[in-house]
């Protein structure tokens, strides 16, 4: 990978994570308030279906966690396995394309 | 504070093992003078490195109870509490034999790094006026004071773990570079600093600020390189 190539990873994973620092404490504040609020599951899904604020805010958390996790798992596969080059970066892609649709399908089955 | 120091010191390559020395304990004395005096006195097998003895020349660096360190201005009443000292190589580097490692690496990534001065002017020119106040001229006021002793290279965890990764010194020499206004070769020094094997590998654990001698703060060095590589590449100019 060229090195203008890993700079933009590294780019793309410092603003990953401030966005995911701004979403995870938005998830975490609403779960515990939903919880300590004595919410059935069944409450949060009216609440959360057919949502179009609720299903762009967790597009946009699975996106953040798409394209951070893989950029730090090609990281540390470097650095901790020495598991470097073409098939570390394709392996880490995969990773993040399964969260990708792993996400998206956890967003449909809540809010649509 | 006892007479006698109980001193282990490293012998022979990568695959040597620790001898164990008892030296007699002075006042104001160095773990240079400790090394000099069972190489002088006990055993003058021992291979070891220095030259000015006042920490200019970043010689004689060696790890010591399990830290690196310039030896010639480390008081040994710092680093033995307990009357027992452990002298060994530096750290991430190929020991050549005792206490001498082999510093090729260290500097070869000085030039991987472009750490050379590419002149934009001639000796015909007239000489550069470089304002001492001016913001880039400030920013490596102490980046420039290193002596190249392979202290925060040594301290480094990235470079443990990424044989590949430039370390502390040679991008803290190259951000003294991209600061100079005398300097012709931004670009490509940036486009070499940059990626896996460059700043951004940097973890920021500060080992090397805090083992620094000198007291610099490569680490800010690198923050600078992470901020001048990455506006680059928003320009596409890496």
Redesign the interface.
């Known amino acids: 990978m060229s090195n203008a190539a890993a700079t933009r990873l590294w780019l793309a994973q410092r603003a990953s994570a401030a966005v995911l620092a701004l979403c995870v404490a938005v998830h975490l504040a609403t779960m515990i308030l939903a919880v300590r609020g004595g919410l059935s599951a069944t409450e949060i899904l009216n609440r959360t279906r057919g949502s179009s604020a609720w299903a762009a805010f967790y597009a946009v958390f699975v996106l953040s966690v798409s394209i951070h996790v893989p950029i730090g798992l090609r990281t540390v596969a470097g650095e901790w396995l020495a598991w470097r080059g073409r098939a570390a970066d394709l392996t880490c892609l995969a990773v993040g394309i399964a969260l990708l649709v792993l996400g998206a399908l956890a967003i449909a089955a809540v809010t649509r | 504070m006892t007479a006698q120091l109980q001193v282990r010191v490293w012998r022979g390559g990568a695959d040597g093992h620790y001898q164990t020395y008892d030296v007699p304990r002075r006042d104001a004395q160095t773990v240079l003078d400790v090394v000099s005096f069972i190489q002088r006195r006990l055993d003058p097998t021992l291979a070891y490195r220095f030259a000015c003895r006042v920490g200019m020349c970043g010689s004689c660096a060696m790890s010591v109870n399990g830290r690196p360190c310039w030896t010639c201005r480390t008081h040994v009443s710092k680093v033995a509490p307990s009357d027992r000292l452990e002298i060994a190589p530096l750290a991430n580097l190929p020991i050549v034999r005792d206490l001498v490692t082999d510093m090729r690496e260290f500097f070869d990534k000085w030039a991987r790094a472009r750490g050379r001065f590419e002149p934009t002017r001639t000796r015909s020119d007239d000489l550069a006026r470089i304002e001492p106040a001016s913001p880039p001229r400030r920013a490596v006021d102490r980046a420039i004071e290193c002596i190249g002793c392979g202290v925060c290279y040594a301290a480094c965890d990235?470079v443990a773990?990424?044989a590949d990764y430039l370390g502390p010194a040679a991008l803290n020499r190259a951000w003294t570079l991209i600061n100079d206004a005398r300097d012709g070769a931004r670009r490509e020094r940036l486009?070499?600093v940059?990626?896996?094997a460059?700043c951004?590998?940097c973890h920021t654990h500060q080992t090397c600020t805090a083992r620094c001698p000198m007291h610099l703060a490569p680490t800010a060095s690198i923050a600078g390189l992470?901020r001048a590589?990455?506006i680059a590449?928003?320009r596409g100019e890496?």
């Open positions: 990235v773990w990424n486009s070499a940059a990626g896996d460059g951004h590998a992470k590589t990455t590449a928003l890496l």
